[in-house]
């Protein structure tokens, strides 16, 4: 505000919404109830002498019905032509619980109810038809009513609800608007007279009330409680109902955890009349950080080394959604909140120290965690006094989501992800969107509008006539009215239909290329429900375009909406090598919501016995069939993907998680020198279970202290409720001697209950064909291909070796005939490759040299595009394009036999299974043999041994196995002919007594 200036000065009707951006407009803040300007003249800000300015005011009180706190005070500037105002709210120092009634149809709105320490309750409501009836503004009859516990119809809501809500059973016959505690609880009317609901959203269709007699802590019962308002025509008709939910305080946190600064900033608001209270907490700065910012989007995953996670591309620049003109700002701590842009931080509470720590509390009146304007899911980045981007972190949600995603295949790629909540289908949702052409265009395109419809697409999506007509129209599930729709906005979302993004945010820009500032927007929709009966998910997203085809129809491009399921993995099985012990025992359990997520880490281990040092995730699972499991030929060395030199990091547990190897768990939690047992539970931003770099399939090690022997070992494993998903699984198994190379290549996915899946994970082990055969070569590229392979496969003639795999898998018809798309398709924008290009999404294979783990997003094993059913092809290296191998992709079955054979003196386990094998014509990694688990029996006369068998002929393997050592021989037929099969290897019989 000016200095010297005299300004009115008023109490409103209505309390102030921090989250609109026209909070402060006779819209919102209603009539004037006290004038203080006409009964104690202006006032001078500053004060001329500045002293405080003292009034004495007979018509104000801060209690009972009459009680001021909970409106709002208007300041308005007398000496400008153009208005210069500013409003806030009479706050309750005190506790205060929240609660709020959602109406979505026939009238929609909210009403909010707000309890203080002194049992008072403000209620405010903003209810207005939605409907295209023309209805006029009206007034209705108003109660609490609640459930009957033993009425099993009481989920129903408004047909079933007869009982007010009264836990005092009060006598009512004094009961008035002012003596309200004779009155019923929920006898609304009685107690404030009716309820007005508003022909549309305006000054006439919110109300102010202040109720001393209605308690919210019996919201936390076993009973709903339900807001009813009955016809104005009818008063013992109910109209239309609303649950009553409390509204907890809302605390999120921004983990910060870069270049060596560890810290937080805690944002906390009770509720969106309550100013945010921000706690800042940063160590190690050293005066290298300076202002601090709120930008657009959140932190995208990092998947390669040289990603700037804080560039303008990434997180977008500062979030100012009401337009501030920075120029105008005033210097950094000076002017107050409303000057700067509602992420600029720094503008409002001053630069960082130059100090090492920087710790400090604010309190924002502009920086909303509730309502359209919402800072949750944007991220927070700190700039170097240069003003460079220097450190980011995502802004977390204040409780578990629920995060649900359309994936665009064609012919536009990338994601919508939508999050909320978990089960509170009226709080925010946000949604991120990041689109561009899988075409190789070079053009961006802009305002095209986007809605969720109705149905879940069909194969339409890619249709050249009547694209995407299986989605339906537009999700309306309120049947909000049509005629009057210029109303509907994002600060007016009852008024839209819910699929309605398009109004409720703005039109969207496609990029030609994944990494363009054009291909991302980010807003959050406060009637975008992910959860209940009128959830989005299950339905489509739709996007447009005005100018298309008139044959194809304005339907661009569609998607179905499918939940994204957090992922749990866990390390539960540990093994030890030949001629150690250990007596380790415990788990290791790791999960993350969304790839947007940090990821939790819980550990408890016992048996550590002092002996333990540190401890790692490797690059590889671990082996069943080695005697030493953990050693490096067997699990290789820490997972890096990001070439973090260990030489020259910080001691563990002081640097932040970008420091270490995304594998050096003691790094980043502590070692485990001199411990009996570790538990505990840690929180990492550079530990993915989702996306390119999951540690899934791969490792944990654990490190004797002495010498750092490779000591105990465990594979991590996707685990799922039992009957909420199942896992698929599928080999493509190169085990005949006639292919040129050996070995196989294993898909994992999951399936849940609802439909969607999971990434697929990828192990890869591959050698050139030939027992002793050690060459290694490089540049190998793969692909997934269309049709199965036969005899073809092992031709020797290059020309028509795997000739009958047909062509590269593209069910989505990505384009691939130019020279973008070379450079499109990489690790980075896996949707923009096609979808058996793996060479292109993980780069191409090296052969013979170790195993390697992989994950695609786009690879499904299940559904109209599965990849089971058709061949991998393996190219000749550097890059060639002679067809060196192929095999087809099966289902890989996985049995499990405990097989006893006696022992001869010479025996040995590797020669046996190795007999065995080659009797059966198979290959070690289709039947081997748990080392961990083999054992001596009958006083070392036989040996017990847990057998694997794997792959679509496990079955037959394991007949076969067990026939040959307990009959002794089998019939085999092979494409050969029929003939028997025997060994000399006997059963291990049980002695006579």
Not at 554 to 571: F, W
Request: net charge neutral; glycine share 8%; charged share 25%.
């Amino acid at each position: 505000m000016n200095s010297s200036q005299q300004y009115s000065w008023s109490l409103q009707s209505n309390p102030v919404l921090y989250d609109l951006k026209t909070a402060c407009s006779k819209n919102e803040l209603g009539k004037a109830e006290h004038d203080f300007t006409a009964r104690h003249g202006p006032i001078q800000i500053p004060t001329l002498d500045g002293k405080e300015q003292v009034f004495t005011d007979s018509e104000i009180t801060l209690q009972g019905p009459k009680s001021i706190w909970g409106r709002s005070l208007l300041i308005r500037n007398l000496n400008l032509s153009v208005a210069e105002e500013t409003c806030s709210n009479v706050f309750d120092s005190g506790e205060v619980r929240t609660a709020e009634a959602v109406f979505t149809s026939p009238l929609a709105g909210n009403v909010i109810f707000r309890e203080n320490e002194r049992m008072e309750t403000i209620i405010f409501s903003n209810l207005f038809y939605v409907g295209d009836d023309y209805r006029s503004a009206s007034r209705h009859d108003w109660k609490i009513l609640v459930t009957d516990i033993s009425d099993p119809r009481r989920s129903k809501k408004c047909d079933y609800l007869d009982i007010i809500f009264d836990p005092n059973s009060s006598d009512d016959k004094l009961c008035s608007q002012t003596n309200h505690s004779h009155c019923k609880v929920g006898d609304l009317t009685r107690k404030h007279g009716t309820i007005a609901v508003g022909a549309t959203n305006s000054r006439y269709s919110k109300q102010f009330f202040v109720d001393t007699n209605l308690p919210l802590s019996a919201i936390e019962g076993t009973r709903k409680m339900y807001l009813v308002l009955y016809d104005k025509n009818n008063a013992n008709r109910v109209m239309t109902c609303a649950e009553i939910f409390l509204v907890e305080r809302r605390e999120v946190k921004a983990l910060i955890d870069m270049f060596g600064v560890k810290g937080h900033f805690i944002f906390s608001q009770r509720y969106r009349m309550d100013p945010t209270v921000v706690n800042i907490e940063l160590k190690n700065l050293n005066g290298r950080a300076k202002f601090y910012h709120i930008h657009e989007f959140p932190l995208p995953p990092r998947r390669l080394k040289e990603e700037n996670l804080c560039s303008d591309i990434a997180v977008g620049g500062h979030f100012n959604p009401y337009g501030i003109n920075v120029s105008l700002s005033p210097p950094p701590g000076i002017g107050t909140n409303d000057k700067y842009e509602v992420g600029d931080l720094s503008g409002k509470f001053g630069t960082l120290s130059d100090g090492r720590n920087h710790s400090d509390v604010h309190v924002d009146m502009n920086l909303p965690l509730f309502g359209p304007n919402t800072i949750i899911g944007r991220s927070m980045v700190l700039h170097k006094p240069n003003k460079e981007r220097w450190i980011c972190a995502t802004i977390g949600y204040a409780a578990p989501t629920i995060t649900a995603v359309a994936t665009f295949v064609y012919p536009i790629v990338g994601e919508v992800v939508f999050r909320q909540e978990k089960d509170k289908p009226w709080s925010e949702t946000t949604v991120l969107v990041d689109l561009s052409y899988a075409d190789g265009s070079v053009n961006d395109t802009e305002n095209h509008a986007w809605h969720v419809h109705v149905n879940e697409p069909s194969r339409d999506f890619y249709g050249w006539s009547k694209r995407c007509e299986s989605a339906g129209g537009h999700f309306n599930p309120f049947n909000v009215g049509l005629t009057k729709y210029s109303k509907c906005n994002n600060e007016n979302p009852y008024r839209c239909e819910v699929g309605d993004l398009t109004s409720k945010s703005k039109r969207i820009k496609i990029a030609a290329y994944k990494g363009s500032t054009k291909n991302r927007h980010f807003y959050t929709d406060v009637l975008l429900p992910l959860s209940g009966p009128y959830s989005i998910v299950g339905r489509s997203l739709v996007v447009h375009d005005d100018f298309a085809n008139k044959v194809r129809g304005n339907r661009m491009a569609c998607a179905p909406i499918r939940v994204v399921h957090p992922l749990m993995a866990t390390v539960r099985e540990w093994k030890v090598g030949t001629g150690d012990s250990s007596n380790i025992t415990g788990s290791m359990i790791f999960s993350q919501p969304t790839e947007y997520d940090e990821t939790t880490t819980k550990i408890e281990l016992q048996g550590l016995n002092r002996l333990a040092g540190g401890f790692d995730v490797h690059e590889v699972w671990v082996p069943q069939d080695k005697e030493f499991p953990c050693s490096a030929d067997a699990v290789y060395d820490h997972f890096n993907p990001f070439a973090v030199s260990s030489d020259v990091g910080p001691s563990p547990k002081v640097g932040s998680s970008d420091q270490y190897e995304v594998g050096d768990l003691s790094g980043k939690y502590g070692s485990l020198e001199g411990k009996l047992s570790l538990r505990g539970e840690f929180v990492d931003s550079n530990l993915a279970l989702h996306g390119a770099n999951s540690i899934v399939s791969r490792s944990i090690v654990i490190h004797k202290k002495e010498k750092r022997f490779r000591w105990v070992c465990g594979t991590v494993k996707i685990e799922a409720k039992k009957g909420e998903a199942r896992e698929i699984v599928a080999l493509a198994s190169f085990d005949d001697s006639r292919h040129l190379v050996s070995g196989y290549i294993r898909f994992r996915q999951y399936e849940y209950k609802d439909g969607s899946t999971s990434n697929t994970w990828l192990e890869v082990d591959l050698k050139h064909a030939g027992f002793h055969n050690k060459n290694i070569t490089f540049g190998h590229n793969w692909a997934v291909y269309v049709t199965q392979v036969g005899e073809d496969a092992f031709s020797s003639a290059e020309k028509v070796r795997c000739l009958a795999s047909g062509y590269r898998w593209n069910p989505y018809l990505v384009d691939s005939k130019n020279e973008i798309y070379k450079k499109d398709c990489n690790k980075v924008n896996p949707l923009r490759c096609e979808m058996g290009d793996l060479s292109g999404k993980h780069g191409p294979l090296v052969i013979g040299q170790k195993r390697f783990v992989y994950t695609d997003v786009n690879l499904p094993l299940v559904g109209n595009y599965s990849i089971l059913g058709r061949s991998v092809v393996l190219f000749s290296k550097n890059g060639g394009d002679v067809k060196l191998a192929c095999t087809n992709i099966k289902p890989d079955i996985h049995i499990v036999s405990n097989v006893a054979v006696r022992k001869y003196p010479t025996f040995t386990v590797s020669k046996f299974m190795e007999t065995m094998r080659t009797l059966l014509n198979t290959t070690d990694f289709l039947v081997s043999n748990d080392i961990q688990n083999s054992r001596e029996i009958l006083d070392g006369e036989c040996l017990q041994l847990k057998v694997h068998f794997y792959g679509a002929e496990a079955y037959r393997l394991q007949i076969e196995f067990g026939n040959l050592i307990n009959l002794g021989s089998v019939q085999r037929q092979d494409r050969f002919g029929t003939h028997t099969i025997s060994t000399y290897y006997q059963p291990c019989r049980t002695r006579k007594s």
